[in-house]
């Protein structure tokens, strides 16, 4: 796999999947029985050998979260120092994952590059697994594979427009905040949190020096952006958000729009429950479209109806 991105891809960086990297570094040291206490182990004795295993991976995790070299290789040595009696375990991690691919693995060098937050294939195999589901039996032909995969597509492009559409109207109040004027609503909160978590840090009495992370892995503002953004008395603009974000993809023009924007934010427009007013313009409504248990339902009443009814 990797020689063959290396071949199709060469100018592409790729990164190792957390998950599988530390799967990986735990099924050696089961299989290694690398922390057994005795060949024949009380129940006690297990339960030691797994609180071993459990600790030396969360220093593994906190390894590959690091995010500055420096704390990377504090924390490796930490480890180098604590295992010293392991020989094995920590030529394995050394010879097998981090000598070769620290820079695909440790955060503080693959967060350098622009992954959304797609540190692991999680997603493709959830991908594969929905796949999966649609397709039920790996006997079909061809074209039972292409039905299949469509009526897949049609359904997740369904489900994404809900999911965006809630995401749209759901902002958490603690999402409204003026620095957040131009983007509520128009970016997803998700990532509007991650923002905020830097905005936050700005109030911490010992900052940590901005290494960048945010803007060069996610493509939003690091804290230090944002500290500058507000000594000029301005708030963050929609061009701050990599348009992967966005609600609606940016046409070209959109960066030309964005200056001079009032720090005050008008109260949020809460849509009653209330019946909308019928609106004769269908394209500017806002009214979904009923699901499909409400048209059968609307249908069940109708047929109840016409039973209630006297026949002539
Ligand atoms: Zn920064």
């Given at each position: 796999?990797i020689?063959?991105?290396?071949?199709?891809?060469?100018?592409?960086?790729?990164?190792?999947c957390?998950?599988?990297?530390?799967?990986?570094?735990?099924?050696?040291i089961?299989?290694?029985?690398?922390?057994?206490i005795?060949?024949?182990?009380?129940?006690?004795?297990?339960?030691?050998?797994?609180?071993?295993?459990?600790?030396?991976?969360?220093?593994?995790?906190?390894?590959?979260?690091?995010?500055?070299?420096?704390?990377?290789?504090?924390?490796?040595?930490?480890?180098?120092?604590?295992?010293?009696?392991?020989?094995?375990?920590?030529q394995?991690?050394?010879?097998?994952?981090?000598?070769?691919?620290?820079?695909?693995?440790?955060?503080?060098?693959?967060?350098?590059?622009?992954?959304?937050?797609?540190?692991?294939?999680?997603?493709?195999?959830?991908?594969?697994?929905?796949?999966?589901?649609?397709?039920?039996?790996?006997?079909?032909?061809?074209?039972?594979?292409?039905?299949?995969?469509?009526?897949?597509?049609?359904n997740?492009?369904?489900?994404?427009?809900?999911s965006?559409?809630?995401?749209?109207?759901?902002?958490?109040?603690?999402?409204?905040?003026?620095?957040?004027?131009?983007?509520?609503?128009?970016?997803?909160?998700?990532v509007?949190?991650?923002?905020?978590?830097?905005?936050?840090?700005?109030?911490?009495?010992?900052?940590?020096?901005?290494?960048?992370?945010?803007?060069?892995?996610?493509?939003?503002?690091?804290?230090?952006?944002?500290?500058?953004?507000?000594?000029?008395?301005?708030?963050?603009?929609?061009?701050?958000?990599?348009?992967?974000?966005h609600?609606?993809?940016?046409?070209?023009?959109?960066?030309?729009?964005?200056?001079?924007?009032?720090?005050?934010?008008?109260?949020?427009?809460?849509?009653?429950?209330?019946?909308?007013?019928?609106?004769?313009?269908?394209?500017?409504?806002?009214?979904?479209?009923?699901?499909?248990?409400?048209?059968?339902?609307?249908?069940?009443?109708?047929?109840?109806?016409?039973v209630l009814?006297?026949?002539?």
């Amino acid at each position: 796999m990797i020689n063959a991105l290396k071949e199709v891809f060469p100018w592409q960086q790729n990164l190792l999947c957390e998950w599988h990297v530390t799967t990986a570094i735990l099924a050696y040291i089961k299989r290694e029985r690398v922390f057994r206490i005795a060949i024949n182990q009380t129940d006690e004795q297990v339960a030691e050998e797994e609180a071993k295993q459990d600790k030396f991976m969360a220093r593994v995790s906190g390894l590959i979260i690091s995010t500055t070299v420096n704390t990377y290789q504090t924390r490796l040595k930490g480890i180098q120092q604590d295992y010293k009696h392991h020989i094995e375990l920590l030529q394995y991690l050394a010879n097998t994952w981090l000598d070769p691919w620290a820079t695909q693995i440790i955060r503080a060098y693959a967060d350098q590059y622009l992954h959304f937050g797609n540190r692991a294939t999680s997603r493709i195999e959830g991908g594969h697994s929905v796949l999966k589901k649609y397709l039920q039996t790996s006997m079909g032909d061809l074209k039972m594979v292409m039905e299949k995969v469509n009526l897949l597509l049609t359904n997740q492009h369904v489900q994404h427009g809900a999911s965006m559409g809630q995401a749209k109207d759901r902002t958490p109040q603690r999402l409204m905040i003026p620095l957040f004027a131009e983007l509520v609503g128009r970016v997803t909160p998700f990532v509007l949190l991650k923002v905020l978590g830097q905005y936050d840090m700005l109030a911490s009495k010992d900052l940590p020096p901005c290494h960048h992370l945010l803007r060069r892995s996610m493509g939003v503002p690091c804290h230090h952006e944002i500290r500058n953004r507000l000594q000029q008395q301005d708030v963050l603009h929609l061009s701050d958000i990599h348009e992967r974000w966005h609600f609606i993809k940016p046409t070209l023009g959109f960066l030309s729009v964005t200056a001079g924007q009032p720090l005050l934010m008008n109260p949020r427009v809460i849509k009653s429950k209330g019946r909308p007013k019928k609106s004769k313009s269908k394209k500017t409504s806002t009214q979904r479209d009923p699901s499909a248990f409400e048209i059968e339902a609307k249908k069940a009443k109708e047929r109840k109806g016409r039973v209630l009814r006297p026949r002539k």
